[in-house]
């Protein structure tokens, strides 16, 4: 019997395995462009910084100890966002902290750890041979806060509010120009079609950084009702919106409905506190929790034995660290010539600035990229400061005092400009004086032009402004479309400055199509290379996160991608406020 079956057995296991080894080659396409979009990762890897802690104390919760509930975590920011509305020219950095994975959550999630992209409110994703349609499945057990259960409606929703030109949201639409259509499937499954591949493609299908927002809530008639929408965000998130005393606060409770794992603390609230000096008083009297230093504060701090014995200090690279830089609207008369724009970058001592007004702890950059990145080339030197050069170069390009009035002039334009800048943030109050030092040797006329950060946000969208200095927050994958490619000019568009380039629109094209990592980051370079020879920006410096946290907290874990307050809790002995 054993002889007769043991031919039928082989043959079995042989079809069994063609059968296997050809499901496999099917998929082959499919797993190589989750390879490739898996790939995205490993240029932060390149970087031997992040995820550390430089000085200050580090904690994780005890094994087997899951933390007590209860207390508050109060966040003092120097800024107050204009929106909550995500989906909005007006938002910023900061309503992205208040609100991202906290009301709002997107399809899929970075991992903090291993950088990427998984599972949040969808539970799968299949992508087709040709990368071109990516069908998400929702999971079952999901609802907004209000208890209405989140589907495939509020998906296509969330992404048809994006593309929508009533909307004020082309700064976040420019990042679904080759998205084809997105399909319904049924109420727990939809699908993107592209119309070509885009490196990107499933970070923005899945909504990463912007969320998913609830159709019934936020479904609108007319333009002006859903760019009116600055406050109440309402999202699937573990926090719900409480309220917003202008100037003061937003304060956030705990969403106690949460369809996945509570946070430990039971609100969260951001306050307003404009001065460097007063931030850090109320840190020291007890009333906010956490502040972001200023690097000379930071670098002052951390001498004092005392100080970090009473609070955590902490110092790490991230892929979110801005950059900073000085932007030069093309559309004045001087800045329309790059070799204006390169003689404001070399009269400029940028080491100067990171030696005494960062105390040494940043980094002279060349270009937008994230300075640990693989896109970023660490072959470009930075132009050297040359006041001589600068003045020569002013010179070439027909900027010279013909009147003797100390002025550079041409055409009966004198060289006089506008700076803009973020009122009450001290390190950019230092930068503006000492480019008006420096400008002023060469007979050039800098006007310090401080604003809220509310006004200057509406300037920079309305590209009513003359330069400015600001920092730009980074991208854990950076697509550089939206700073610098023309189209992105007008329509509150972020490319501010006015940048165009046939060539550099050319490399940024070919960026966002092109899948093969090795490729890719030899394109970024090129366009890195480019934006240094053009100088659309006197880029300045980036340096790294500063976080100064009360010492009640624990499970405080500095992560790759920076912090991740969700996970945090107090003990019960060490609470101090109650709901």
């Known amino acids: 019997m054993n002889s007769r079956s043991t031919p039928k057995t082989v043959f079995l296991f042989i079809l069994l395995f063609v059968i296997v080894f050809l499901q496999l080659l099917s998929k082959t396409q499919t797993s190589r462009f989750i390879k490739r979009l898996d790939s995205l990762e490993k240029n932060l890897l390149n970087n031997p910084i992040s995820g550390k802690t430089s000085t200050g104390q580090h904690s994780a919760a005890k094994e087997g100890y899951p933390g007590d509930e209860g207390d508050w975590l109060i966040w003092a920011f120097a800024v107050e966002p204009k929106t909550l509305n995500q989906l909005s020219a007006d938002t910023d950095l900061y309503s992205r902290w208040i609100t991202f994975e906290t009301v709002f959550e997107p399809l899929l999630s970075y991992d903090y750890d291993e950088i990427k992209l998984k599972p949040c409110l969808a539970k799968s994703y299949q992508i087709s041979d040709d990368g071109l349609e990516i069908t998400f499945t929702l999971r079952d057990d999901i609802c907004f806060s209000d208890g209405v259960p989140v589907t495939a409606d509020d998906v296509i929703f969330t992404y048809q509010t994006i593309i929508n030109p009533q909307t004020d949201a082309a700064n976040i639409a420019q990042s679904y120009i080759d998205v084809d259509r997105v399909e319904r499937i049924d109420e727990k499954r939809v699908k993107f079609v592209m119309k070509k591949p885009y490196f990107l493609a499933l970070e923005i299908a899945a909504f990463w950084d912007v969320g998913v927002y609830p159709k019934h809530i936020y479904d609108f008639k007319t333009r002006e009702e859903f760019n009116k929408r600055v406050s109440n965000p309402i999202g699937s998130g573990p926090y719900v919106f409480e309220k917003w005393d202008t100037g003061d606060k937003v304060v956030f409770r705990r969403n106690e409905n949460y369809w996945g794992p509570k946070p430990k603390i039971e609100k969260v609230i951001y306050k307003f506190i404009i001065n460097d000096k007063a931030r850090l008083q109320a840190l020291r009297s ?294």
């Open 286 to 579: 007890g009333d906010v929790d956490i502040i972001i230093p200023a690097p000379e504060q930071f670098a002052d701090l951390i001498k004092d034995e005392n100080f970090k014995k009473s609070f955590r200090c902490l110092s790490y690279w991230d892929p979110g660290v801005p950059y900073y830089f000085i932007g030069w609207n093309e559309d004045m008369p001087f800045f329309a010539d790059r070799r204006v724009r390169l003689a404001m970058t070399q009269m400029l001592d940028r080491q100067a600035l990171i030696k005494h007004l960062l105390k040494g702890s940043g980094m002279e950059i060349t270009g937008p990229f994230f300075i640990f990145s693989k896109e970023n080339d660490p072959n470009i030197g930075p132009w050297p400061y040359d006041p001589q050069k600068a003045a020569q170069l002013l010179d070439e390009a027909g900027w010279k005092d013909t009147d003797g009035d100390g002025i550079r002039d041409k055409n009966g334009i004198p060289f006089k400009f506008k700076l803009s800048y973020s009122a009450d943030y001290v390190l950019y109050q230092n930068i503006v004086s000492t480019l008006k030092d420096c400008a002023a040797k060469l007979g050039i006329e800098v006007i310090p032009d401080p604003m809220e950060w509310s006004i200057m946000v509406t300037k920079l969208n309305d590209r009513k402004f003359e330069s400015v200095i600001m920092g730009l927050g980074g991208a854990i994958a950076e697509d550089q479309y939206q700073i610098f490619h023309s189209s992105q000019l007008g329509n509150h568009g972020t490319n501010y400055v006015g940048f165009r380039n046939a060539e550099a629109d050319s490399l940024m094209e070919q960026i966002r199509g092109t899948m093969d990592d090795e490729k890719r980051i030899e394109l970024s370079r090129q366009l890195h290379r480019l934006l240094h020879y053009e100088q659309p920006y006197t880029f300045l410096f980036s340096k790294p996160t500063y976080r100064i946290v009360a010492p009640r907290f624990e499970n405080v874990i500095i992560h790759k991608l920076g912090l991740k307050e969700e996970e945090w809790f107090v003990p019960k002995d060490k609470q101090k406020y109650k709901n």
